[in-house]
């Protein structure tokens, strides 16, 4: 359901583990925020006493390497955003501060459910202004190698098609569509973990990344199949996280998407790329404000510009 209004959490949640790339814990708290705040995080904990308020936004990003990163190492960033910034984005959350006391979001059970279950346990709540929205008019895509990401227009709401392809036949070759809704959302995404083989297990240790992964938080993957005893939670688990992960990356278009995404074989560098290329021509899109009932708003165009993208794609 496409709704009118925007929204925010109707009370602080908090949560708390470890970075799956760091291994380090960390705490989050989800505040509530005002309209038209968007979603932003607020890091503490850093050296002196300094905190960094840092918006999620694509023109933020830093690194894109097995996970998103906002906000700059030296003087404040946040990785891993990926998870949280999806639910927010699949259960149609506008406006949220995320107080977080170190660098890397808290990998929990590896999906984004938890994060779901935070922000129902404390409910939501309208923030009295009509919803904003970037609606695609003209399609853009970005390619690396045989993967590519695009984003196209399309008049009803927000569409995924991700297919994924990998060499590993317990993984291989699988695609997934689906109209998000927030429904849709807690259906038939937010459970999907990530995952990883257990070849390059290694390799990710001796480059720094993956050192608090466990079978508690990551999908593993062997030559002769899942290594985790409960098997996976949906027998396409991999291409729904896939979709998860590009919900997220997706988020950091700053206002929700009217329009169609597909991808093959795409990852955080391309999803982020595609935003890049979107805004780097304000002929690509325009904002519309939602107005009407909550059950279908209709959408008037709204002249605001977000700018021009300052991160470079990696393809």
């Not at 583990?17 to 925020?33: E, F, K, Q, R």
């Not at 290594?227 to 278009?253: C, S, T």
Request: glycine letters at 12%.
């Amino acid at each position: 359901m496409r709704t009118s209004q925007q929204t925010t959490l109707r009370s602080a949640a908090s949560l708390s583990g470890i970075g799956v790339h760091s291994g380090n814990p960390v705490s989050i708290t989800l505040h509530p925020a005002e309209a038209h705040h968007g979603i932003a995080f607020l890091r503490t904990g850093m050296a002196g006493g300094r905190d960094r308020v840092i918006q999620a936004h694509h023109a933020q990003v830093t690194a894109t390497e097995l996970c998103t990163v906002i906000g700059d190492r030296q003087t404040g960033a946040v990785a891993t955003i990926e998870h949280l910034m999806s639910a927010l984005y699949g259960l149609g959350i506008d406006n949220a501060l995320v107080e977080i006391d170190g660098p890397e979001m808290p990998i929990l059970d590896g999906s984004s459910a938890p994060f779901v279950d935070a922000v129902a346990a404390v409910g939501t709540t309208s923030c009295g202004a009509p919803r904003r929205f970037i609606k695609i008019l003209r399609g853009v895509r970005v390619e690396k190698g045989r993967a590519f990401a695009e984003l196209r227009p399309f008049e009803r709401g927000f569409r995924l098609d991700v297919e994924i392809d990998f060499e590993s036949p317990v993984i291989g070759r699988s695609r997934k569509a689906l109209d998000l809704t927030p429904a849709a959302y807690r259906r038939d995404i937010a459970r999907a973990r990530t995952f990883g083989m257990m070849r390059d297990v290694e390799r990710y240790w001796k480059a720094g990344f993956a050192l608090g992964a466990s079978l508690e938080n990551t999908v593993a993957v062997g030559d002769g199949g899942v290594v985790n005893p409960e098997g996976l939670r949906y027998k396409d688990e991999f291409v729904r996280h896939k979709m998860l992960d590009a919900i997220g990356d997706l988020a950091l278009a700053g206002l929700p998407i009217l329009g169609a995404y597909q991808s093959y074989c795409g990852g955080h560098g391309l999803n982020v790329g595609v935003l890049t290329a979107l805004f780097a021509d304000r002929a690509n899109y325009t904002i519309v404000e939602a107005a009407g009932g909550r059950r279908e708003p209709v959408f008037a165009e709204f002249g605001v510009s977000l700018g021009s993208a300052v991160y470079a794609p990696e393809c």
